[in-house]
């Protein structure tokens, strides 16, 4: 009997000390907004975050310990790096422009163009173990890096609380941590959500609301790809039963007349093989676009009047070239006749989807190190 009983209270403390190291997640979302899928909360917890911020800024996370996932992903730039590609760490060049990895808990398909890609677990081996192209080259390096973070204090007390369970760092923990701070990232306080959710009428200006106009409008037909809270048609939620997935090609490219896109970067087409999925690439979020200059998934286009001017305006910005418009572009790329003053006012309601709180967001910038540790 009191042999039960010690055993009864040392279960109880033992889920009382794991319960605490695993405090439910918040979502840092305004009441207006659906919350993510369950499924995606589940993952997450208060301590996993705050592991995976410090690995996020971690340096240690690269081969000659030059490159964090924010030397790519910086807050400043809404975790894009404001460059066309960026090299990994022996130069190799990248092949896609860095996404803004903002929301992504909403995201039911990552990266530009694979359709097989739903986890963020999995999303970071990527960089960090990927070689095509070679990014922070840790690829064979897995144990000397979990030895390494084992022998810091500081890490060591992060990934306890996170898995209390565990006895020293592994991929779960790496991957894990990693994914639950890039998920708690999220961006819904811009002028135009205080303009639409908040009732403020004056958050954005006159040449911001005929933009809106635009936008929605049929002439140019933007809203049908980049819809709903986040400008997606990529989107999953707490309220849908089955998330949406859509991929396009606006026809950027036209190589060859009959629609192909370079030999490096055939969007969907690389990972199904199908001719039909040539060119096709995720409808990306326009949340804070005005700060990840230069776009499209090679970051061919320079500025977002660019964007509208030299390709949506003209059909698909292949129109412009020797082949003419591509025969494999989505049927609403049909182009449209923008004045200036059309553009501009694109362009000022783009820019009200900046939300400067998630440019300066503590919860989102490097941890500062805890002086007090010790072994
Ligand atoms: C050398 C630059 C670079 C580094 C370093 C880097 N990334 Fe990325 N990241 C990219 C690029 C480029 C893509 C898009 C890849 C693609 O679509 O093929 C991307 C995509 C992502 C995505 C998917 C975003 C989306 O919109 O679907 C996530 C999540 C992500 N990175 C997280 C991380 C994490 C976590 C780290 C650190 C372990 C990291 N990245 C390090 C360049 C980088
Ligand atoms: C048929 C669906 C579709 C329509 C219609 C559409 N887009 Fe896009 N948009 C996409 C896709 C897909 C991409 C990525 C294409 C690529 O990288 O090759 C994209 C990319 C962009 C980008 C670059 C974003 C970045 O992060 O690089 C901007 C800006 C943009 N679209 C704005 C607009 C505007 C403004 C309109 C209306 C004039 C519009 N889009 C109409 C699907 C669409």
Redesign the pocket.
């Known amino acids: 009997m009191t042999r039960g009983l010690h055993l009864l209270a040392a279960i109880g403390f033992f889920l009382v000390a794991a319960a605490a190291g695993d405090v439910a997640y918040q979502w840092q979302i305004p009441s207006w907004m659906v919350l993510p899928p369950d499924a995606v909360t589940a993952t997450m917890s208060e301590s996993r975050v705050a592991l995976g911020r410090a690995l996020f800024y971690d340096t240690r996370l690269s081969v000659d310990g030059t490159m964090s996932c924010a030397s790519c992903h910086r807050q400043g730039k809404a975790f894009?790096d404001g460059e066309v590609t960026h090299r990994g760490v022996h130069g190799d060049a990248g092949l896609r422009?860095v996404?803004?990895i903002v929301n992504l808990a909403y995201m039911p398909v990552l990266n530009?163009a694979n359709p097989n890609l739903k986890s963020v677990e999995v999303q970071v081996l990527i960089p960090l173990f990927g070689n095509a192209p070679v990014e922070m080259g840790m690829a064979g390096k897995e144990n000397a890096l979990f030895e390494k973070l084992n022998r810091d204090c500081r890490m060591r007390q992060l990934l306890l609380a996170a898995y209390p369970v565990k006895s020293g760092f592994d991929m779960e923990a790496l991957t894990g941590g990693l994914a639950s701070f890039v998920r708690s990232i999220v961006s819904f306080s811009s002028p135009y959500d205080r303009y639409k959710r908040l009732g403020d009428a004056d958050a954005i200006s006159p040449s911001a609301k005929h933009g809106e106009a635009?936008?929605f409008g049929e002439k140019?037909?933007?809203?049908?790809?980049?819809s709903g809270p986040t400008f997606s048609?990529n989107f999953q939620s707490r309220a849908l039963p089955f998330p949406g997935i859509?991929?396009?090609?606006?026809g950027?490219y036209n190589e060859d007349g009959l629609g192909a896109?370079p030999s490096n970067n055939h969007?969907v087409r690389d990972i199904t093989g199908r001719p039909p999925d040539e060119?096709?690439?995720?409808?990306?979020?326009?949340r804070n676009?005005a700060l990840?200059?230069?776009?499209?998934?090679?970051?061919s286009?320079a500025t977002?009047p660019a964007?509208?001017r030299d390709?949506?305006?003209k059909g698909g910005r292949a129109a412009t070239g020797p082949n003419g418009r591509s025969p494999l572009?989505?049927?609403?790329?049909t182009g449209?006749s923008?004045t200036d003053e059309d553009t501009r006012d694109?362009v000022a309601f783009?820019e009200s989807l900046t939300d400067d709180n998630l440019l300066t967001n503590p919860a989102y910038s490097a941890p500062a190190h805890s002086p007090r540790c010790t072994h």
């Open positions: 894009t422009n996404p803004s530009w635009l936008f140019m037909e933007c809203s049908h790809c980049h048609d859509s991929f396009h090609n606006t950027l896109y969007g060119g096709k690439f995720r409808t990306p979020s326009l676009v990840t200059a230069p776009y499209m998934h090679d970051g286009v977002l964007v509208i390709h949506y305006a572009r989505d049927p609403l790329i449209f923008a694109l783009l």
